[in-house]
């Protein structure tokens, strides 16, 4: 099993301010494909989670461009260039390179 | 747009059966461009992939469930479902069911979520 590993676990942002979300796998996510299937998951205060970036940094559809993804192999990082107040909530990476496909434990981003 | 709904019992008693249902709406079950899957979230913890049923009908699980998940489709209902037997309270967890595609390999939409309790 691949394990995803996202440090910081909270993350405390003036608003405004950028934030940065790095995820590290314990496997490279580049599957036989080519494809590198690591995709970025908001969750919103008692809500579900709703898809924001797909293989590593394709924004899905209605994603504000102030979330932007990276990296490759087994590191990745999501940013938010401007914290608005609505990004609040726990952030997720997920892997569907291997089965089974595994998330990271969540960073929760928190206005100061 | 296409819209997901979990339905089934709130509160299971331990070693019995757990059975949800996803109703789909706004769409069809049987495209070839998606498969169906559950995730479920313990109360105030992350998330975990239960498994997926993909077209054709081949399905994929968690191994850490695998021999107690089933995950199956009724075309003619629209429909998907999860069975997951001789549950126990490390099952409690709000279960949701999801649309994944092909491409991008991410689950959008997902449904709003049912919190299922093991108790007796």
């Known amino acids: 099993e691949i394990v995803m590993t996202q440090t910081p676990l909270s993350s405390p942002v003036t608003l405004g301010q950028p934030a940065s979300i790095s995820c590290t796998s314990s496997?490279?996510?580049?599957?036989?494909?080519?494809?590198?299937?690591l995709s970025w998951l908001q969750q919103r205060p008692g809500q579900p989670p709703r898809l924001l970036i797909y293989k590593i940094s394709n924004r899905f559809s209605g994603v504000p461009d102030r979330f932007s993804g990276s990296g490759a192999g087994t590191d990745f990082t999501l940013k938010i260039s401007r914290v608005e107040a609505e990004d609040v909530g726990v952030y997720y990476c997920m892997q569907a390179t291997q089965f089974p496909w595994t998330f990271g434990q969540g960073t929760k981003v928190e206005i100061k | 747009q296409l819209q997901l709904q979990e339905s089934g019992p709130g509160l299971v008693k331990p070693s019995e059966t757990l059975s949800l249902t996803c109703s789909v709406s706004?769409?069809?079950?049987?495209?070839?461009?998606?498969?169906w899957g559950w995730i479920r979230q313990p109360p105030g913890r992350g998330l975990e992939w239960i498994g997926s049923?993909?077209?054709?009908?081949?399905?994929f699980y968690n191994p850490s469930l695998k021999s107690r998940v089933t995950i199956s489709v009724d075309t003619s209902k629209n429909q998907f479902s999860l069975k997951l037997s001789s549950v126990t309270a490390a099952d409690t967890a709000v279960y949701y069911c999801?649309?994944?595609?092909?491409?991008?390999?991410?689950?959008?939409?997902w449904g709003q979520g049912t919190l299922v309790t093991v108790s007796s």
């Open positions: 999801v649309r994944g595609d092909y491409v991008t390999r991410g689950f959008d939409p």
């Open positions: 049923i993909f077209y054709g009908g081949s399905t």
């Open positions: 496997q490279s996510l580049v599957h036989s494909d080519g494809n590198t299937y």
């Open positions: 706004g769409g069809s079950i049987s495209s070839s461009s998606y498969y």
